[in-house]
């Protein structure tokens, strides 16, 4: 395994990392425990997490929570970089997260929980100082953990489906259509959508577009200029269309969110909302 850990931000009680991960296996990984108590977020890539009272597949779309001192494994795709951003909490900052922050699971980022975050790592990226990289810190775990619901639901096989939905789409936010999804799964496609819903709680194309969005926004943070060369990688019918699925998801245009990676544009806000458990 090629891991790359690298400190973004420390202050008082709270730490902010890259972590980049290439594995040259599927195996699962030895047991590991933490110090602290830690917010993965994942930026990009596909992966499992084995954690004592639950084990399942992680996304762009998630994050979950290290709980000090509890072991877990992970175990992922070969040959395939996967991106997180990890944040450590210690002392008051952890003792005032750890009463909310769930212990099975992983957690689904809103697209303001996740700009929060991109904002975080371009702020800290910029030399924010300690006041306000800990203030975004404790906001954005606030975001995260203020709207919970009960995990996802669906038998093993129908979760094995999901998965495999998710990882693909994943993989390639481009492609396939619906018609070789279900085909390469081995499903019809009424019933990979029906088991994608009840599993997930979201529809295909929900998802297919909220990933769309997650890789645009990697993509932007990386410093793509070239929206209409984007749009085309990613999917979207045009420049246009890229356009309003930001706005749409995010609230703001392309522009203003190239801004706020770019660290120059830092606006308070309260706290961001709108995840879910699955």
């Given at each position: 395994?090629?891991?790359?850990?690298?400190?973004?931000?420390?202050?008082?009680?709270?730490?902010?990392?890259?972590?980049?991960?290439?594995?040259?296996?599927?195996?699962?990984?030895?047991?590991?425990?933490?110090?602290?108590?830690?917010?993965?977020?994942?930026?990009?890539?596909?992966?499992?997490?084995?954690?004592?009272?639950?084990?399942?597949?992680?996304?762009?779309?998630?994050?979950?929570?290290?709980?000090?001192?509890?072991?877990?494994?992970?175990a992922?795709?070969p040959?395939?970089?996967?991106?997180?951003?990890?944040i450590?909490l210690?002392?008051?900052?952890?003792?005032?997260?750890?009463?909310?922050?769930p212990s099975?699971?992983?957690?689904?980022?809103?697209?303001?929980?996740?700009?929060?975050h991109?904002?975080?790592?371009?702020?800290?990226?910029?030399?924010?100082?300690?006041?306000?990289?800990?203030?975004?810190?404790?906001?954005?775990?606030?975001?995260?953990?203020?709207?919970?619901?009960?995990?996802?639901?669906?038998s093993?096989?129908?979760?094995?489906?999901?998965?495999?939905?998710?990882?693909?789409?994943t993989?390639?936010?481009?492609?396939?259509?619906?018609?070789?999804?279900?085909?390469?799964?081995?499903?019809?496609?009424?019933?990979?959508?029906?088991?994608?819903?009840?599993?997930?709680?979201?529809?295909?194309?929900?998802?297919?577009?909220?990933?769309?969005?997650?890789?645009?926004?990697?993509?932007?943070?990386?410093?793509?200029?070239?929206?209409?060369?984007?749009?085309?990688?990613?999917?979207?019918?045009?420049?246009?269309?890229?356009t309003?699925?930001?706005?749409?998801?995010?609230?703001?245009?392309?522009s203003?969110?190239?801004?706020?990676?770019?660290g120059?544009?830092h606006?308070?806000?309260?706290?961001?909302?709108?995840?879910?458990?699955?």
């Amino acid at each position: 395994m090629a891991r790359t850990t690298r400190r973004l931000a420390a202050g008082s009680g709270f730490a902010v990392d890259d972590l980049l991960i290439l594995e040259r296996t599927p195996a699962w990984s030895s047991p590991e425990a933490v110090p602290d108590l830690r917010l993965v977020f994942v930026r990009r890539g596909t992966f499992r997490v084995r954690s004592p009272g639950w084990e399942g597949l992680v996304d762009p779309l998630v994050a979950y929570v290290r709980p000090s001192g509890v072991e877990q494994r992970i175990a992922h795709r070969p040959d395939t970089e996967d991106a997180c951003t990890v944040i450590s909490l210690d002392g008051p900052p952890a003792a005032d997260v750890l009463p909310a922050a769930p212990s099975t699971g992983p957690l689904a980022t809103s697209p303001a929980v996740d700009l929060a975050h991109r904002t975080l790592l371009a702020r800290a990226r910029h030399g924010a100082d300690e006041f306000e990289l800990a203030d975004r810190v404790l906001t954005l775990a606030d975001g995260l953990l203020a709207h919970r619901e009960h995990p996802r639901g669906g038998s093993p096989a129908h979760r094995r489906l999901a998965d495999a939905a998710r990882e693909r789409l994943t993989a390639d936010p481009a492609g396939p259509t619906f018609g070789v999804l279900a085909a390469e799964l081995g499903v019809s496609r009424p019933h990979l959508s029906r088991v994608f819903r009840a599993v997930t709680g979201t529809s295909l194309t929900a998802f297919r577009t909220r990933v769309r969005v997650r890789a645009a926004l990697d993509a932007i943070d990386s410093g793509q200029a070239n929206l209409a060369h984007l749009a085309a990688e990613l999917g979207f019918a045009d420049h246009a269309h890229l356009t309003r699925t930001l706005r749409a998801e995010l609230g703001s245009p392309p522009s203003r969110v190239r801004a706020v990676l770019r660290g120059g544009d830092h606006p308070r806000s309260s706290p961001p909302g709108g995840s879910r458990a699955v």
